[in-house]
């Protein structure tokens, strides 16, 4: 079975600090994904990697940045939290286009992210 | 630019009655089309996905999906619920000229009721 961790099911962080959340995936995909999902708005692309050090900014990057230094991990990091980054973050894998699998994007159980 | 809308944001219905999830897309190019659910406190899973071929598309759980190409929908039925069924569905649209973005839905939370 496909396994996307992620590093915190719930944390709560203060206005200012940075916070970084990891994910972590087990099954060799390339493209790695951070979204963000608030009630009524369904899952937002926040950033995707499609391979190591590579990365491409989704509809929401402001106020996010990213990285993957090894293929199994990608970090979603906010500079500097505020109180609308409040939300539930989530995490996913799939393999490239044309391989085995195509299509299917896994998922981590999220972190949900308090700024207080 | 493409678009999914989920129309109905609540849908509670009766343990054993049949179900249907509506979602319509907007796109000016071919897609693929996908039907995940989230359960409580979960991430979220396949349920099923149309890439090609049989516009009729059949998933885990008992669940199957149409792809009508001129109406631009792709609802999500099943002829009789279960309660474990309570979740959140999310339909989702990938066009062929985009990379590897899935746009989403608001999501329809979907209540069976005893």
């Known amino acids: 079975d496909v396994k996307v961790t992620q590093s915190s099911r719930y944390l709560v962080k203060r206005t200012g600090e940075k916070v970084f959340l990891e994910c972590v995936q087990d099954?060799?995909?390339?493209?790695m994904f951070w979204y963000r999902q608030d009630p009524g708005l369904g899952l937002r692309l926040i950033y995707f990697?499609?391979?190591?050090?590579?990365?491409e900014k989704g509809d929401i990057p402001e106020g996010y940045s990213v990285s993957r230094e090894k293929k199994e991990r990608f970090s979603l990091i906010l500079e500097s939290a505020s109180t609308n980054q409040t939300s539930m973050y989530l995490c996913?894998?799939?393999?490239?286009?044309?391989?085995?699998?195509?299509?299917?994007?896994?998922f981590g159980p999220g972190t949900r992210l308090l700024v207080l | 630019a493409q678009s999914v809308t989920q129309l109905d944001s609540q849908v509670p219905v009766f343990e054993e009655a049949p179900v249907e999830l509506r979602c319509n897309y907007s796109s000016s190019v071919s897609v693929y089309l996908f039907w995940y659910v989230q359960y409580p406190n979960q991430g979220l899973q396949l349920l099923l996905k149309?890439?090609?071929?049989?516009?009729l598309v059949k998933g885990i759980n008992g669940f199957e999906a149409e792809f009508n190409k001129s109406q631009t929908s792709f609802h999500l039925r099943k002829p009789s619920v279960h309660i474990s069924d309570t979740a959140e569905y999310f339909c989702?649209?990938?066009?062929?000229?985009?990379?590897?973005?899935?746009?989403f839905g608001s999501g329809t939370r979907l209540l069976v009721r005893p």
């Open positions: 989702a649209v990938r066009s062929l000229d985009s990379s590897y973005k899935l746009i």
């Open positions: 149309y890439l090609s071929g049989s516009t």
């Open positions: 990697s499609y391979d190591v050090k590579m990365k």
């Open positions: 099954m060799d995909h390339e493209n």
């Open positions: 996913a894998s799939s393999f490239s286009p044309g391989q085995a699998l195509q299509e299917t994007q896994y």
